[in-house]
T-cell receptor, first 114, second 113 residues
Framework: DTGVSQDPRHKITKRGQNVTFRCDPI?????LYWYRQTLGQGPEFLTY????????KSRLLSDRFSAERPKGSFSTLEIQRTEQGDSAMYLC????????????FGQGTRLTVV | GDSVTQMEGPVTLSEEAFLTINCTYT??????LFWYVQYPGEGLQLLLK?????DKGSNKGFEATYRKETTSFHLEKGSVQVSDSAVYFC????????????FGAGTRLFVKA
């Protein structure tokens, strides 16, 4: 297993367009997380899944954002009607369900909205 | 809610200097504590972790001790190298927070030869 992979690595889109990102977690991990990181800041939590169930969503996740994990494996994060303020690095992480398990992060998808 | 506060950067040191990056946390539960590192152009990597009070996490010469009484998890290294230049993030996760990882703002370290 090569770790958490994200696709694409970079995305440039025009304001108002929709974008979708994919995350493939480490295969035995049943928890999957999405974060957003802007320049000079730590990652901010967006949402997380336990298997296919979305258990928590941050207030940062406006109704233009939707995430799915249909079969409890890969996940997608869609942003509709993108805005310039959506420009950021979107990080995916996965972990085991044990109480003391650490999260393993992907390389991220850098989104630029022009 | 849970939060992590770490010292602001950048921190600039000469090679072989001693490093301390301070980190304190607020948590309603009994969290696990982590240090992650982000090297230029790379993703976040777990550097070390500690899961209970007085545990010491260590890796690559870095150490941090879980201090419940002072709610701290300071990162230390006795002799830094140029290759340690990176951004360091203190983080926590706990049951009350649904096990999501909460990060500090990060501290950028520059090590000069």
């Amino acid at each position: 297993d090569t770790g958490v992979s994200q696709d694409p690595r970079h995305k440039i889109t025009k304001r108002g367009q929709n974008v979708t990102f994919r995350c493939d977690p480490i295969s035995e991990h049943n928890r999957l997380y999405w974060y957003r990181q802007t320049l000079g800041q730590g990652p901010e939590f967006l949402t997380y899944f336990q298997n296919e169930a979305q258990l928590e969503k941050s207030r940062l996740l406006s109704d233009r954002f939707s995430a799915e994990r249909p079969k409890g494996s890969f996940s997608t994060l869609e942003i509709q009607r993108t805005e310039q303020g959506d420009s950021a690095m979107y990080l995916c992480a996965s972990s085991l369900s044990g109480e003391r398990s650490e999260a393993f992060f992907g390389q991220g998808t850098r989104l630029t909205v022009v | 809610g849970d939060s992590v506060t770490q010292m602001e950067g950048p921190v600039t040191l000469s090679e072989e200097a001693f490093l301390t990056i301070n980190c304190t946390y607020t948590a309603t539960g009994y969290p696990s504590l982590f240090w992650y590192v982000q090297y230029p152009g790379e993703g976040l990597q777990l550097l070390l972790k500690a899961t209970k009070a007085d545990d010491k996490g260590s890796n690559k010469g870095f150490e941090a001790t879980y201090r419940k009484e002072t709610t701290s998890f300071h990162l230390e290294k006795g002799s830094v190298q140029v290759s340690d230049s990176a951004v360091y993030f203190c983080a926590l996760s706990d049951r009350d927070g649904g096990f999501k990882t909460i990060f500090g703002a990060g501290t950028r370290l520059f090590v000069k030869a």
